[in-house]
């Protein structure tokens, strides 16, 4: 189960994201975000952008994220020109990882996930989740896998990965950076990359509605 859509598109039924936003911020500039869902996340993903809403004001940095409730605020670029990736939806208290990531190509990449039948040329290990998985990507070229599937991703794409479901990004022609945002731990909850050597097949979430 894996699904490619774009900002302002609508997202699969099943998912917990509903709409996400790429929020580019010249310097000293200002954009005015409305988080409408029941939950709120702002991530920052080059420079330093400063938030400010009715009543605080928090300075974050790349990698760094901050969530909200349905409000109304501020991103600004307090220096250099920054960017940040504002994420709307409805998930749980007990969450995934949240974060930035780098892939390239390489001659020789190391591998310890799954084995898998088609090529690779990056370290991307094939795994998966006890949560749903969400890919934006930011810059970059790259060739996912979801289960049976591959699709190629571009800079805006969102790739949606559902619970249980092998994943990968084997193939890299334009170096990728992009945003990995996991939502609500369901089933035995753990965190991280699994892989069906180490902790058992997965057992893949059915779509829901």
């Known amino acids: ?26 310097s000293g500039g200002d954009v005015a975000v ?25 300075v974050l940095k790349e990698a760094q994220f901050f969530d909200l409730a349905p409000s109304k605020c501020v991103l600004s670029a307090p220096g250099p020109a920054a960017q940040a990736v504002v994420l709307e939806g409805d998930w749980g208290e007990e969450m995934g990882g949240c974060g930035i990531f780098r892939v390239a190509e390489e001659a020789n990449p190391s591998d310890h996930g799954d084995p898998v039948a088609y ?6 290990d094939a795994h998966y989740h006890d949560c749903d998985e969400y890919w934006i990507l930011l810059e970059g070229r790259g060739r996912v896998v979801v ?42 909850k753990r965190v991280g990359h699994l892989w069906t050597h180490t902790h058992g097949t997965a057992i893949p979430q059915e779509e829901r509605v």
Do not use: N, Y
């Not at 099943?14 to 010249?26: A, E």
């Not at 988080?35 to 952008?49: F, H, K």
């Not at 090529?119 to 991307?124: D, E, L, M, S, Y």
């Not at 289960?147 to 084997?170: F, K, N, Q, V, W």
């Open 34 to 58: 409305e988080i409408a869902a029941p939950r709120g996340r702002v991530l920052v993903t080059s420079g330093t952008v400063q938030l400010r809403s009715a009543d605080r004001s928090q």
């Open 119 to 124: 090529p690779k040329k990056t370290r991307v």
């Open 1 to 26: 189960m894996g699904t490619i859509f774009r900002q302002g598109e609508t997202p699969p039924a099943w998912c917990g994201l509903r709409g996400f936003r790429i929020v580019d911020l010249p």
């Open 147 to 188: 289960g049976p599937t591959s699709a190629e991703m571009r800079p805006g794409d969102c790739l949606a990965i559902g619970m249980g479901h092998h994943h990968d990004m084997p193939e890299a022609p334009e170096a990728v950076k992009a945003v990995f945002f996991e939502t609500t731990l369901e089933g035995r």
